[in-house]
């Protein structure tokens, strides 16, 4: 059963428009989310957080949002770049059994010049 | 900074076989996890350790899974005997303070293992 979803397996924007992932969770003792992007043959890098005490959290061209209400995440990339296009992988993780982070299975973002 | 460093970067091998993974967490950093990615399931977390200590190992999917951090610049996934569902990237993390998920976790560039 996963915890973490990203229905989403794909997703292509024109360059210089905005690029919006979705992201759904379960389990109501997660509290923290994080985004990871990653590049073909290198490992996950992190790209911004957010804390449940918060709904938005912008760094750049990345703002994640979140719905505690509806167990919902998504990342916005304003505007979008060639250079975005990647695997985007959602996480959280919380407390207790929670602890650890929980990853969704990841979008391919694809930016079209 | 050299990273997280994994190897081999690719391995293939036959069915029954022992594979090792191995990985060099940065240095300076007391955590490190193993994950496994697959394209039904994602990034999965098999086993964290803590100063070189196993802290959970609920995610390794059975026996034939098995890790070793014998020091704090080294460790070891090792899978006996492989099978073909065993196939995927295998990426191992590290991070600095005790594991916390608010800590952030540096990959490595992972292994790709196929068993045929």
């Known amino acids: 059963d996963q915890q973490v979803k990203q229905n989403s397996p794909s997703l292509s924007v024109q360059e210089g428009r905005i690029s919006i992932l979705n992201c759904d969770y379960t389990n109501s003792m997660f509290d923290y989310f994080l985004w990871y992007k990653k590049y073909p043959a290198e490992g996950p890098t992190f790209l911004i957080s957010?804390?449940?005490?918060?709904d938005k959290n912008e760094d750049g061209r990345f703002t994640v949002f979140l719905n505690k209400s509806a167990k919902h995440l998504s990342l916005h990339i304003v505007p979008s770049q060639p250079g975005d296009s990647a695997v985007y992988f959602c996480?959280?993780?919380?407390?207790?059994?929670?602890?650890?982070?929980?990853f969704g299975s990841g979008t391919q973002l694809t930016v079209l010049p | 900074d050299a990273g997280v460093i994994q190897s081999p970067r690719h391995e293939v091998t036959e069915m029954g076989q022992e594979v090792t993974l191995r990985c060099k967490p940065i240095?300076?950093?007391?955590?490190l996890f193993w994950y496994r990615q697959t394209m039904m399931r994602g990034l999965e977390l098999l086993i964290y350790?803590?100063?070189?200590?196993?802290?959970?190992d609920s995610g390794m999917p059975e026996d034939r899974f098995s890790a070793k951090m014998p020091n704090a610049s080294f460790s070891t996934l090792k899978i006996q005997p492989s099978e073909p569902r065993d196939s995927a990237v295998y990426f191992c993390?590290?991070?600095?303070?005790?594991?916390?998920?608010?800590?952030?976790?540096?990959f490595g560039p992972g292994t790709r293992l196929l068993v045929l």
């Open positions: 993390a590290s991070s600095s303070r005790g594991g916390l998920p608010r800590e952030t976790q540096y």
């Open positions: 957010i804390s449940s005490i918060k």
């Open positions: 240095s300076g950093h007391n955590s």
């Open positions: 350790f803590n100063n070189n200590v196993p802290i959970d």
């Open positions: 996480a959280a993780s919380g407390i207790g059994s929670a602890r650890q982070l929980t």
